[in-house]
């Protein structure tokens, strides 16, 4: 077996975290390929917009951020996002030459004796100074348990496996999430089906603009549960659903976003509340978020009682070595480039305090 390579930061994931990491290290000084590399386990560029549902358009993103550097150009709105995005990713990567190893899955990080990071890949090991967590959510998607589950006739599907309203045409189909997913797919669906849409917790419908004293606080909600460790909930999940969004204007035009609260069981044939009221259903459709991919990082015990990794700004509290892009806060496209970058000034004034010494005085 080969010995283990030496790096000094190895960034895991190449979505638009890793990413606005890796050009943001190359910027303070680090060599592509001997400073850091990035190791990404898709089998081309992208990370999850690549497996995106065919219908997300551009324009019915809630918007995709420049990476930083290149200016994110599409066409036109109606462009497929799994296309346009991985498109521009893969641009991105050729024009700053970033040193993306894929496909590469980490499968652990560990602690070396040393007290430097052991990173065990299913193609070879590195050991690394710093690494910088970029792998996003997608690859775990999550349902909840309810009674009944495993008795439903029907199909369920989580919104990951989503590819078009047409499958579902002649059947009835509930919707389960609050999200703008839900939503989203709600729109599409019920003009091909009849639909029911369950959620939680009543809707929270904003009718102005999302502004961005609004996205501060939303961001700050999500901050504060990462410093106290716990399970961060989206941050798009938290700004509330615009009225104005065309998709969610049409939907409640034609009175399909008329929400029921959760049910409390399934049934062989559909889902079944406590008063006794029940609906027959064909589909079940989870539209119930995602978790952090993290299982990878097990090994280093970070998971607090509260569910989530207590966090210190991008990296996890008493580690300034181990960074954690794109999750809670910065789990948005714009949120990722600015966390990315954070990273990458805190790991050069680690790792390179002579180098960090030396810019501050120029
Ligand atoms: P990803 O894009 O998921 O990249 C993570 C990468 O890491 C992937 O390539 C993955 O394969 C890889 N990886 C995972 N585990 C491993 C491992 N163990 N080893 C190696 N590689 C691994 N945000 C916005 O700001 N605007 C939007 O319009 C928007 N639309 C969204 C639409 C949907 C349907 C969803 C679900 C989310 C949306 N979001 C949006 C949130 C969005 O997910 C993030 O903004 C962003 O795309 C996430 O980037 P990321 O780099 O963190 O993750």
């Known amino acids: 077996m080969s010995s283990p390579r030496q790096v000094e930061v190895v960034v895991i994931g190449a979505g638009q975290a890793g990413l606005s990491t890796a050009w943001a290290l190359a910027r303070q000084g680090f060599a592509g390929g001997s400073g850091f590399v990035v190791l990404d386990d898709g089998a081309r560029p992208g990370g999850a917009w690549q497996h995106r549902w065919p219908s997300l358009t551009v324009g019915t993103t809630h918007r995709v951020h420049d990476l930083p550097g290149l200016p994110f150009a599409p066409a036109d709105d109606g462009l497929r996002a799994r296309e346009v995005v991985p498109a521009y990713f893969a641009d991105y990567e050729r024009a700053f030459d970033l040193p993306v190893h894929r496909p590469v899955r980490v499968s652990a990080v560990s602690r070396t004796g040393d007290d430097r990071f052991l990173v065990r890949t299913d193609s070879g090991d590195w050991i690394a100074d710093a690494v910088v967590n970029a ?138 509340w406590a008063d006794g009221s029940s609906v027959r259903a064909d589909v079940i459709l989870w539209a119930t978020g995602f978790r952090a991919a993290v299982g990878h990082l097990a090994p280093l015990h970070l998971r607090q009682p509260g569910g989530g990794i207590r966090m210190d700004g991008t990296h996890v509290a008493g580690e300034p070595r181990l960074h954690l892009v794109g999750y809670g806060p910065s789990a948005s496209t714009i949120g990722a480039n600015r966390a990315g970058q954070a990273a990458a000034r805190q790991l050069r004034r680690l790792l390179h305090p002579a180098a960090g010494a030396r810019s501050a005085a120029a």
Do not use: K, N
């Open 135 to 272: 792998t996003g959510t997608w690859t775990r998607p999550f349902v909840p348990r309810y009674p009944g589950q495993e008795l439903f006739r029907g199909r369920q599907l989580h919104t990951v496996d989503y590819r078009d309203a047409g499958e579902f045409a002649g059947r009835h189909v509930v919707v389960v999430g609050g999200g703008a997913s839900a939503t989203q797919l709600l729109g599409e669906i019920s003009q091909v089906t009849s639909t029911t849409w369950v959620t939680r917790r009543p809707p929270v419908w904003r009718e102005g603009p999302f502004d961005e004293e609004a996205g501060r606080r939303a961001v700050a909600m999500v901050e504060e549960a990462v410093r106290e460790g716990r399970r961060p909930g989206s941050v798009v999940g938290v700004t509330g659903l615009l009225v104005s969004t065309p998709y969610i204007a049409d939907g409640l035009r034609r009175e399909v976003l008329e929400r029921l609260p959760m049910f409390d069981r399934i049934t062989e044939d559909g889902v079944a």
